[in-house]
């Protein structure tokens, strides 16, 4: 499987950016989708996940209610729209692909497959 991220930039407080994930490959080995974050001298962390299939998507609370993520399932393509963005979100996005089980769906080490990662920069 191989994911593509894309749509990072710099914006301002407040402002919005969209964030696309392109998956290829044999995606059938995936079942979630994922998007992780990592900031400066920090540790990745969960930022929002769905699956292929259903309706349940799953937010880390930091960015719920300004987050939404979705999906394309004729374009194998994950979404991440962030609005109302903060210079704490400032971080490289990086989307993920894996079968992880639901409790286990915010851990890194649960995605076998990973994006090459894009910039997003929220300016004060």
């Known amino acids: 499987v191989q994911l593509q991220a894309s749509g990072g930039g710099l914006v301002q407080t407040g402002g919005s950016l969209r964030l696309s994930c392109a998956a290829s490959g044999h995606t059938g080995n995936t079942n979630y989708m994922a998007w992780f974050r990592q900031a400066p001298g920090k540790e990745r962390e969960f930022v929002s996940a769905?699956?292929?299939?259903?309706?349940?998507?799953y937010y880390a609370d930091s960015v719920r209610g300004r987050f939404t993520i979705s999906r394309d399932n004729a374009k194998t393509t994950v979404y991440l729209q962030m609005n109302s963005l903060k210079p704490e979100d400032t971080a490289v996005y990086y989307c993920?692909?894996?079968?992880?089980?639901?409790?286990?769906?915010?851990?890194?080490?649960?995605?076998?497959?990973w994006g090459q990662g894009t910039q997003v920069t929220v300016s004060s």
């Open positions: 993920a692909g894996g079968r992880p089980i639901t409790s286990t769906l915010r851990l890194r080490n649960s995605y076998a497959y």
């Open positions: 769905t699956r292929w299939t259903g309706t349940t998507t």
